[in-house]
């Protein structure tokens, strides 16, 4: 798909047909090229376009801190400050290459997950083969105490990189000396002296919090000792690590999508995650991404059929695969209850899979917001595991360019759902309706979305 910067013309809203949830999934679902259509409980309030020093290259992941949001990009990553979500501004950009930039902050303190190997681990360095023994990649750390001055502090290399990472608070009085960074990697190769196979492991950095630039690799837990699914038809790559981990620090527990496998971690012990149940699809191509739910008896685990690249959203790929699962948790097992997927077809031009997305929080609901790369933004219930259903949606047409795109991130913070477009830059929405508006009284401190915390009925610290 094209990573280039393409301006969108966005044009009057669709016909009413187009703004309907929950229609049938038809050819008629698909907007015209270039226009924004939303169902009706669904606002777009705005879009900030990518700052000029990293323009040229695509949006990621996204962090929350108080009244900034912290946005990826393969060029390095920016701040923005949504303390008025109708006014959301750019504070800083800091350009420093290295995909994929997943980010995480913690205090203040970013991290930075890069996934493509580098010259050396400076924001000056240049793309430089994974087989030549000095190139770097792994995970870079900014000081963050000044958002209009973020400050690079330290890095740390990882084997076969950092495709994405995953912050992870210490237990009982060790919270408050140190930090953890689980490390999700893969694809080792006999030709890349620092991502031998088999590599079937996570990295885990320590961070000192009085002295993050101590930080150092603490260990390398091996989480398949026996292999992985390798030999599944359809997978898009073999088991050879995780691709996502996500935890929820406070119950000692983690959810990791490891490419050909789910698995359920005990993380009691923070230096040595321990996979507990472990599950394999043959509608499944590629294990992505896992969210719990609120109280822990149920995970979502996505499926990125294509890579990200493809056409997997239309009638011919059908409902069950590139869907997300949903599994109940019965006796620290998975059981599968049923599969969701975007119920309006996307355009075969369209790249579209199932991707990043947060719990909005809601007591007693079980309701989720997630992106589809050009599927657009899609607001789901799973409170009937059985029985998923589409609330709500954002959705963008075709590129009338015929180029690819679309949107990798969209979570919910403070009464706002902030997207992160390849190429559009950063969406504001909000969405007004019954069975969401009950969130709007959980006021959160902060958001990593791979490390989840639970949610009651008011303030979420």
Known sequence: MSLARRALAVVAAAATALA????PAQATDIPPPDTVVTSRNVTHVLNVPKPTPIAGTINTDIAFQGGYAFVG?????????????????????????????????????????VDASRSDDSCNSTSQSAAVKESWEGVRIFDISDKANPRYIKSVETNCGSHTLTVVPGKGPDKKRNVYVYVSSYSPSATFPDCQPPHDKISVIKVPLKNPAAAELAATPVVFPDGGNETQPGLLLPTSGCHDITVYAEKD????????????????????????????????????????????????????????????????????RGADAIFDIK????????????????????????????????????????????????????TDSARPREIGYFDRGPRSDGSGGGIWSAYYYNGYIYAADFNEGLDVVQIKDKLTDGAKHVRMDDLNVQTQESYGGGHRH
């Not at 309907?20 to 229609?23: K, S």
């Not at 109708?86 to 997950?113: H, I, R």
């Not at 499944?284 to 294509?306: I, Q, R």
């Open 20 to 23: 309907l949830a929950g229609m």
């Open 253 to 320: 527990i983690a959810a990791g999508a490891c490419m050909g496998d789910g698995v359920l971690f005990d993380i009691s012990d923070r230096l040595n995650p321990r996979i507990t149940a472990r599950t394999t699809d043959p509608n499944f191509a590629f294990w992505h991404s896992a969210t719990f739910n609120n109280d822990a008896t149920k995970v979502v685990f996505t499926d990125e059929l294509g890579g990200g690249g493809a056409a997997t959203c239309n009638e011919t790929i059908g409902p069950n």
């Open 73 to 113: 990009n393969y060029g390095g990553f920016s701040i923005y400050d949504i303390k008025n979500p109708k006014k959301t501004k750019v504070v800083s950009s800091v350009v420093c290459p290295g995909a994929q930039m997943d980010v995480s902050v913690y205090g203040n303190l970013l991290f930075g997950a």
């Open 331 to 382: 006796r620290g097992q998975l059981v599968f209850k049923s599969y969701f997927k975007l119920p309006r077809h996307q355009d075969d031009t369209e790249n579209c899979v199932a991707h990043n997305g947060s719990l909005i929080p809601v007591k007693g609901r079980d309701i989720m917001v997630q992106a589809w790369y050009m599927g657009g933004v899609s607001i789901w219930d799973f």
